[in-house]
């Protein structure tokens, strides 16, 4: 899970990493992964880095506070807690007994209705009950966001192979389709069996409301262990930052840290090619909804990688070093890892 970067004065630190540019990856943008700004295509690159599989490269000078493109998720999902509070398809703040409410869902605009009929219309049709208690007792965020893609393949807004552009995660199944950041007392190890045991929830759920056997074909326990074993990598925490200046986002970013605010999680196409850095010149905020904004924390040369930070960089070293070995499975090489800051 990729949160977003809370501290002010590590945005005003400046420090840069040479990386030889390898062999371009093209990538290519579908409905949900396309840019908003259509204007002009944003400053920026997918390339091979030396040691952290591919990464974003600017192809121009970026000013410090530059918006350096916006992006819509691929797949995103409120948390359990936010269902009556955040709109179903964009997470946006939504008044209770707004005049878009569906069933036990909110809609914050008919737009919202119309986009997430790509998923809903498959959804509202099965009883999800037992799929959400096994989630609810487990603490399991990310079954929500496979369920969610497999509702959107059945209704052909999207393939079952939507997601195996990103990187997989390297790590043991116990940790795969866990919150990175739970207490230890309330982690729930989630091995096969119990991957099995939701893939089965999630296809009881589909073939109780009549859906055909083969509409359910991808559903196989290599498909969801995938899925699942992507979004670990690549999914991002959303924390709506509200307000409208770049100052206000830092600010209410930061206290965010204290009230996990959390509403839901998403999966971006370009977002998730960003490397990390414990000392990052790039930033991701959401104002009011899941699109996602990707900012420059200082001047970014021509070339240079563009790198966000995962996890809470205020933490020490060690900490920091834990766990982006832990939850992400790599050694952090950064320079601010390497002077041991
Ligand atoms: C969200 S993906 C970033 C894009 C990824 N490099 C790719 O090729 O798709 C996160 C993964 O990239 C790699 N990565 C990101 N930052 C890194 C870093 N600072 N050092 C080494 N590997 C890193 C790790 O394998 C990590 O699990």
């Not at 204007?39 to 350096?68: H, M, W």
């Not at 009929?117 to 037992?130: C, I, L, Q, R, T």
Request: charged content about 20%; hydrophobic content about 35%; glycine content about 4%.
């Amino acid at each position: 899970m990729l949160p977003i970067l809370r501290s002010r004065q590590l945005a005003q630190r400046c420090l840069t990493q040479n990386k030889r540019l390898l062999t371009p990856y093209s990538f290519a943008t579908d409905r949900h992964g396309s840019m908003l700004n259509r204007a002009s295509p944003p400053p920026i690159q997918v390339l091979l880095t030396e040691s952290a599989g591919r990464g974003v490269f600017a192809t121009r000078k970026i000013e410090s506070g530059e918006l350096i493109h916006t992006a819509k998720p691929v797949v995103s999902h409120p948390l359990l807690s936010s269902i009556d509070k955040v709109c179903y398809y964009c997470l946006k703040n939504t008044p209770k007994g707004s005049n878009f409410e569906a069933q036990k869902v909110l809609f914050c605009s008919e737009e919202c209705r119309e986009q997430a009929k790509g998923f809903y219309e498959v959804e509202k049709e099965a009883d999800w009950s037992a799929f959400i208690a096994h989630c609810r007792t487990r603490s399991l965020k990310y079954p929500f966001l496979a369920k969610r893609l497999a509702c959107m393949v059945i209704s052909g807004v999207t393939s079952a192979d939507s997601l195996n552009v990103f990187q997989p995660a390297l790590l043991s199944p116990q940790i795969i389709s866990q919150y990175p950041y739970l207490p230890k007392q309330n982690s729930v190890t989630n091995d096969i069996s119990q991957m099995e045991e939701e893939l089965d929830l999630l296809r009881c759920a589909l073939e109780g409301s009549g859906m055909k056997t083969e509409h359910l074909s991808f559903l196989t326990i290599e498909w969801y262990t995938g899925v699942l074993s992507r979004i670990r990598i690549n999914a991002f925490r959303i924390e709506l930052a509200g307000g409208s200046s770049y100052e206000d986002l830092l600010t209410s970013a930061y206290a965010s840290v204290e009230s996990e605010a959390s509403v839901g999680n998403a999966v971006y196409m370009l977002p998730s090619f960003y490397n990390h850095d414990c000392d990052p010149n790039t930033h991701i905020v959401w104002v009011e909804n899941v699109d996602a904004k990707l900012k420059a924390l200082r001047d970014i040369e021509k070339g240079e990688e563009l790198r966000i930070c995962y996890i809470d960089a205020s933490m020490d070293h060690d900490a920091r070093q834990n766990i982006l070995s832990s939850g992400f499975g790599f050694k952090c090489s950064c320079p601010r890892c390497l002077s041991n800051d």
